[in-house]
């Protein structure tokens, strides 16, 4: 999908984070045997050294054009300052996809201002909708623009470098407390669409709230996310990239490595480190090294995976 075309309660604040690894400038993973591992936190020019050569991608989040409050007056030209950061990419990448919240309040204004913006990239885009993508009275706004060729709500697949993506939409039936949901048909729909895939085929999942469990008293999760990652089991190498939260989180369990991006309009507080989520406003010279983006690389054969987060500033 082009821009042209288309449960777990009760748990700890300490158990959350004793079970994440919180990510500064660039984060470089390695896949061996299907098992992702994590070679730690480092410098954004040695990450992009270490990176093999190989198919690489974009992850671009919550964006939320047509947001103007203090946590960030010009969420627009953030975002612009992010794409001038990817079109000053030594290598080009091969796509990007954008995760949720493209606009702040599903208006037609705000859809037009973040494509004029994004397609200065030159890359082809695959969005998935966040919730405040889908709140215009008649809830067409996102699917006139990314929904073409899609199913259900606007879930779809495609292949790409030897690696299987599917786009998932978790945020049309929100369930208590704003936790995501997929739905019966869409997760019937995924079985299908992964039924008869090599098991040695790379797997990226992504969607706008994120699938895994980070902390549901937020709604940080999906109530059926655990049902999705159940028909991703069998395969070596499964990537699941999500937004929604506005920070840098990743986890490993077996063969699934998660990842949460940063947002490119402003940062929300760390799991219960306030009263509620929301925009956080920080000093104005903190800002954007709270803010970026993030580049994925594959390479064939060696089941390599990077991922490098690169904020706008610092």
């Not at 790409?160 to 369930?175: E, T, Y």
Request: glycine share 12%; proline share 5%; with cysteine.
């Amino acid at each position: 999908m082009s821009g042209q075309d288309h449960g777990e309660d009760g748990v700890s604040r300490r158990k959350v984070l004793e079970c994440m690894t919180w990510a500064g400038t660039g984060v470089l993973w390695t896949v061996t045997g299907g098992v992702p591992r994590s070679l730690g936190i480092i410098d954004s020019a040695e990450a992009a050294t270490a990176a093999t050569p190989g198919m690489s991608f974009l992850q671009i989040s919550d964006s939320h054009v047509g947001f103007d409050k203090p946590a960030n007056p010009n969420a627009l030209g953030t975002l612009e300052e992010a794409v001038n950061k990817i079109n000053a990419m030594p290598a080009k990448p091969s796509f990007m996809i954008h995760t949720g919240d493209i606009t702040h309040l599903s208006k037609a204004a705000e859809f037009d201002n973040a494509e004029r913006i994004i397609s200065q990239t030159k890359l082809d885009v695959h969005y998935v909708p966040g919730e405040h993508d889908f709140i215009d009275e008649e809830v067409k706004l996102y699917r006139e623009r990314y929904g073409r060729g899609t199913k259900g709500h606007g879930w779809y697949s495609f292949d790409a470098g030897g690696v299987h993506f599917v786009g998932l939409v978790n945020v049309v039936d929100l369930k208590a407390g704003g936790l995501g949901n997929l739905g019966a048909e869409q997760l019937a729909w995924l079985e299908d669409d992964l039924r008869g895939k090599s098991k040695s085929t790379p797997i990226v999942l992504f969607a706008h709230i994120p699938l895994w469990t980070v902390y549901p008293e937020w709604g940080w999760g999906t109530e059926d996310g655990g049902r999705a990652l159940e028909y991703v089991k069998g395969f070596g190498s499964v990537t699941v990239l999500n937004g929604h939260i506005h920070q840098v989180m990743q986890k490993v369990e077996g063969n699934v490595t998660f990842h949460t991006a940063r947002s490119t309009a402003f940062p929300q507080p760390a799991p219960g480190a306030a009263p509620s989520p929301g925009p956080m406003k920080v000093e104005d010279a903190r800002l954007r090294s709270m803010l970026g983006v993030a580049s994925i690389n594959f390479k064939q054969n060696e089941q390599r995976l990077a991922i490098i987060d690169t904020p706008l500033q610092g």
